[in-house]
């Protein structure tokens, strides 16, 4: 450089700096112009969003409420011998609670008159619950039992605007007249809208009864299953990137795999319940129906995702770091355990919980399992028959209602995609106080 | 460069360390070291000197077998250390490592705090008994890093928290905290001011009595300063290796000189 030759240059013109040049104009420009395109994309995201928040909460918030009828019941000894007596028991046990109910109202000074075919409109068959309970409780007898009995779909849809006295056309289901003596009892106090905790807590019911169905046997299905795709999918995904990542040899048996578990990702999730049908039901003989075969449906599907964020993280550490280690005397297990995977823990996480939501919301291969349909009839009487007891899942059981004909289901269809983000946020939740925690080792 | 004190040492010979004989890398098609043959010495400093990209860091690196983590190096010849082939295939690199200590080129501390950066390669070869033992091996550490007045109220910090040369004296605080044979220090002073450099320096004459030191430094001073051997690496090739004091005075080939008096470079 010594034997380089200066020649004299002009020394460029002035330009203050309080004025931008016509290029800095421009580049300014395209940042701004960028900076309005993505405030737009954001707008438009969350208006999506909102959209379809709204409508959610809107056509899932009815199904947490239920048109409720209360009575104050006492049936005494005498009386239940009698009915008991009788040829058709739950018919006497009717025409009981249909006097209480004429009592009640006179009592309040309400006129309205009714036959036994109008309160079987409305409350559904009565007796029969009126019996059950008191053949379970006989020490109930003579006393004043308060009964919460749920209103017939219809009924309920009146209460929630669904059902109009304009739209009504009279049939055996509901009639005119009907509504009027559904209007007393609401003005008397007698019926009401109430949460409907069935709802939350309750199993499926049949198709006549959507009254009584609940999400929350159904729940309980996806929680075990989400158990068998963690406990799984977790340490299988991030041993298999850890060892694809850091310990195997570079070559095309590896290149071959990489590609494959990458083509896996993008297997249509149908294709995992046909696969889980043939081995897991058919071949190794796993019960039907069980959050067990769904999870391990669920884990194969989502073992990509895991390896391929795992495997994405891992990438993402630097190489000094494994150096740093192996220079001071750290076998490569020792320098990826101590140092690269608490450091990718972060990435092991968001990519875990992307591949757990889309396993929650899975419904095609459950299909194929046996999990959708009349399934999920109750609670499993313990931690492993929640693994083995035939259940549903959520978004089958949410597919099964939207298949069904009364609307009254449909409602309750949206209420199970309300009970589905909860579950899905505080499955997030937790995975981003785990990961907070991780991050905060630096 | 005519204002360097180069003092005429006394030559005593002293045993060899590590020999490598022959030694070719390449990286892929790339020959990053050719034909090297070099003996270095124990308990003295050899300094690594040539122009960037001439392999000096190459080199270093095969002495700890740091290149078996590059898939595409491929390494040729033979490196002995106490007699022994460290490319043997009994050899577990993870023991000589524990023998063979490095500090690299770029500071690299773990993302932890500053206590358990030191304190990580004496726990993992079990050199501490209890706590407080591990307490004093790091502040040793530290003091010899020349870094422990800056960070002793701050040890549960990250180090990645300290600045460019508090991270490398880290660096090197945890590379001398297992105790090596041999230290490899790639340009450890590059990113230090002149009084941290003089504290690394006075280190490297320190640990020159018991092991064997080798630095990579693109300060001529530097390596006049702390070296009893130089090597100097170009384009692959070791062009001269002598005594320092020889090399710097009076060197043989005109590309070393041409280097040290700056006209290459
Ligand atoms: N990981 C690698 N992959 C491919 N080529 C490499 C790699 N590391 C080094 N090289 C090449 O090997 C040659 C020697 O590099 P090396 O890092 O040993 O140089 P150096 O003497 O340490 O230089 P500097 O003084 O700049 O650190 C260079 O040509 C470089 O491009
Ligand atoms: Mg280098």
Known sequence: MTDATITPVPSPPKTPLTEADPRTKKRNAAEKRFQYYGIAAIAVGLFFLIVLMVSIVRSGLPAFTQAVVS??????????DEAEAQLFKTAAYQSYFNAVL?????????????????????????????????????????????????????????FK????????????????????????LADAGIVFSALNWNFITGADSGVDNPGGAGIGASVVGSFFMMLVVLFLSLPIGV??????????????????????????????????????????????????????????????MTLPTIIISTRASLKAVPPSIREAALGVGASKMQAVFHHVLPLAMPGILTGTIIGLAQALGETAPLLLIGMVGFVARGYPDGFVAGFTDPNSAMPAQIYTWAARADVSFYEKAWGGIIILLVFLLTMNAIAIILRRRFERRW | MDDQRIIERTTVMKDIKIAATNVNVFYGDTHAIKDVSVGIEDKAVTAFIGPSGCGKSTFLRCLNRMNDTIDIARIEGKIELDGEDIYDKRVDPVQLRAKVGMVFQKPNPFPKSIYDNVAYGPRIHGLSRNKAELDEIVEKSLRRGAIWNEVKDRLDQPGTGLSGGQQQRLCIARAVATEPEVLLMDEPCSALDPIATAQIEELIDDLKQRYSVVIVTHSMQQAARVS?????????????????????????DSRTESYITGRIG
């Not at chain 1, 000074?109 to 559904?124: K, S, T, W």
């Open chain 1, 71 to 80: 009575v104050d019941f006492t049936l005494t000894e005498e009386q239940y």
């Open chain 1, 102 to 158: 004429r009592e009640e109202l006179r009592e309040r000074g309400l006129d309205v008159d009714f036959d036994e075919a109008a309160i079987e409109r409305i409350l559904g068959k009565t007796g029969g619950t009126l019996r059950e309970f008191f053949r379970a409780n006989e020490d109930q007898l003579g006393q004043p039992v308060s009964f919460e009995l749920s209103a017939s779909s219809r009924v309920d849809g009146y």
């Open chain 1, 161 to 184: 605007g669904r059902v109009t006295r304009e739209a009504l056309q009279d049939s055996r289901f509901l009639q005119q007249s009907d509504l009027d003596l559904v209007d007393a």
């Open chain 1, 239 to 300: 041993a298999a990137s850890i060892y694809l990542e850091e310990f195997a040899p570079q070559n095309k048996f590896t290149d071959l795999i990489e590609v494959n578990i990458s083509n896996l990702a993008a297997v249509p999730s149908i294709v995992f319940g046909i696969l889980g049908l043939a081995v897991f039901i058919q071949f190794m003989h796993l019960p039907q129906s069980a959050p067990l075969v769904g999870g391990l449906v669920l884990a194969l």
């Open chain 2, 228 to 252: 009893q051997k130089t090597a100097f690496f170009h384009l692959g090739d070791l062009v001269e290796y002598g005594e320092t004091g020889h090399i710097f005075t009076n060197p043989e």
